[in-house]
């Protein structure tokens, strides 16, 4: 229930830190340690490449989980809209593992995926947030998100949960291949989940910002590079999913190459900025668009802020940043969509789970 919470949107996005916490907890041993299935843990190592096939959101995490996977595991990963995939398959290598990423687990467009490569004899392995779920079932392993009923339409701690429990998986399998650095995963994850607090405590800002760059807006863009990309899609699709502004997420780069001729005067730009080899060149970038008129909104990470930043998110790990710098991208979203008088949990056109493909 919404008990004292007007919508579920905002429950479920203040549920956050509270899932972090609970997924850590689900996944460590008795000493403490991170942990999963031993079956699913050879099941990745043995793979030569990995497949994470997912829709909307869900596909939006599997982007950030190819960057852990790879860069925790070092095994390759690609990722693919399910819709897509069916009809496009790549070639693909020997020991393929797919991963079926999906808060419902009913999604027919990824369960069409599904029924094609378990036909061709691969294996599957789907994160999903309801156990016993036709993609659970239909899967040969599962791993659960432990997130509670996600009830909006919008998806917010499904998202979070989902990049939380694939870098679980990450960091299992890079220790089983030797590759353990440094990362203390769950520390670095309690982290997370404290920044996430102070987020959530800091509504009236996003409120604010909302208000300031979003209420009479047609139209808006995010720019970002790396996983601050990809968090830009996620906080593109939150944004038009529920407010109805036409919104576009974009790598920082591309942007010259063509979509910067829709930059008006006032044209609101939310650019992301927590990665600290990109910090120069996302910040080149918001010149160029506020050179053509636009109203950028620079929400950075401390430690790579500026003065011109519009919020400073706490600092996590570089790799979790996704975790973190999504919130203020689902609370902008949420306000702005109250501002506009939109149904937040129902938006139009749209059901909670899409079981027709
Ligand atoms: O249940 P799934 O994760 O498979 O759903 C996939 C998408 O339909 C879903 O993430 C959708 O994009 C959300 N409404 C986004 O907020």
Redesign the pocket.
Known sequence: EKGTYPHYMLKETDEQPLVIRKIIQKYQDEEGNLTIDQEIVDAVKSSDRIYIV?????YHAGLVGKQLIERMAGIPVEVHVASEFGYNMPLLPEKPLFIF???????AD?RAVLVAVKELGHKALTITNVPGSTLSREADYTLLLHAGPEIA???TK?YTAQIAVLSILADVVAKTRGRADNLNLVKELGIVANAMEVLCDSKEEFDFIAREYLSFTRNCFFIGRGLDYYVGLEGA??LK?ISYIQAEGFAGGELKHGTIALIEEGTPVIALATQENVNLSIRGNVKEVSARGANPCIISMKGLDMEEDRFVIPAVHELLTPLVSVVPMQLIAYYAALHRDCDVDKPRN?A???TVE
């Open positions: 997912a829709c909307g959101t869900s990423i999906s808060q419902s687990g009913e999604t990824s339409v919008a998806s499904a699709l939150k999913e749209l909670k789970s899409v």
